[in-house]
């Protein structure tokens, strides 16, 4: 009765429970990873009720029911499984392209490096060569220019030579030239000339304007002091009175400079360039190398031609 009740039934006698296998632990446990392999549960075959076994029959062994809902969890946990794994597979993939790019992108680093440091020795190379090309040129130069200097020195110094024979050789023809004009003169002395008469020295006639000293006329007046008044009218503006003063002293002592240099004052302030020109022209010729000879040239260039 009790099979039978099993059977069609569907319920689990304790016989049953007793029998049952003990359930597989759930994934996600405690001790296992989402990497873990998780078991398939092992479907039981379909049960026949033809040939479900009798209770009480010895030669027939109890097959336990199937839980519906035990195996739909593990089919569960089982397609969690494969999806943890494809995304551990994922990000598995996805680190190993960051580390292929990774390398690469240091091989490529390591070839830069690598190209710039060969370029780098190149260009030494070529740096090298042309400072050693250069070296040679200047070394070159160098001995050009010795060789020139050398040549140059040579050149002079047999120059020099060439002149130093040739003076000797015009020395000795004019000693030898000499020697043979005195053994000439020693063979054909010259006959001796007379003296000449000595000459009268003629007697100059000087015609002269001065007039007869009057040893009656009162004594001239001293120039110096009738320079001195003059200048003081000029200075004073007393053009008139500074001209007669100086034609004064010019007609009582006409070789006294000082009193041209005065008359050409006072014709230069009264604008008459010609006669002062004329008196500063006296004055200079009288005194060529007075104290202000510079200053009444450049006076008689301002007065014009």
């Not at 569960?76 to 598995?92: D, I």
């Not at 490529?108 to 740096?127: C, G, N, S, T």
């Not at 006959?191 to 009162?218: C, G, I, L, Q």
């Not at 010019?250 to 002062?276: D, F, H, I």
Request: net charge positive.
């Amino acid at each position: 009765i009790v099979g039978i009740a099993s059977l069609f039934g569907g319920g689990e006698t304790k016989k049953d429970k007793e029998k049952e296998p003990p359930k597989e632990e759930v994934i996600g446990g405690p001790s296992r990873t989402a990497a873990d392999p998780v078991p398939t549960p092992t479907q039981q075959p379909a049960v026949d009720p033809g040939t479900q076994p009798v209770a009480g029959d010895p030669g027939s062994a109890a097959v336990p029911a199937v839980d519906p809902a035990a195996e739909e969890a593990a089919r569960a946990e089982a397609a969690k499984a494969e999806a943890a794994k494809a995304e551990e597979e994922k990000r598995l993939e996805a680190e190993a392209a960051q580390t292929a790019t990774a390398k690469a992108e240091e091989q490529k680093k390591l070839d830069a490096d690598a190209a710039k440091q060969a370029k780098l020795a190149e260009q030494k190379v070529a740096a090298d060569a042309a400072a050693a090309k250069k070296a040679e040129l200047a070394k070159e130069n160098q001995a050009r220019l010795e060789q020139q200097k050398a040549d140059a020195a040579a050149a002079k110094q047999a120059r020099l030579e060439a002149q130093k024979v040739a003076a000797e050789k015009a020395a000795a023809d004019r000693q030898a030239r000499l020697e043979a004009q005195r053994a000439e003169a020693a063979r054909n002395p010259p006959p001796k000339k007379e003296p000449a008469p000595k000459k009268e020295p003629r007697k100059k006639v000087v015609a002269t304007n001065a007039a007869p000293v009057d040893p009656y006329a009162p004594p001239k007046a001293d120039p110096a002091a009738a320079y001195k008044t003059g200048f003081q009218q000029y200075v004073r503006g007393d053009t008139s009175g500074a001209l007669a003063t100086f034609k004064g002293a010019q007609s009582a002592n006409p070789g006294y400079a000082p009193t041209y240099r005065g008359l050409g004052l006072v014709y230069e302030k009264m604008g008459n360039k010609t006669a002062a020109k004329l008196a500063f022209k006296r004055y200079l010729q009288l005194s060529p190398n007075a104290n202000d000879a510079a200053q009444i040239k450049d006076r008689m260039e301002k007065l014009g031609s």
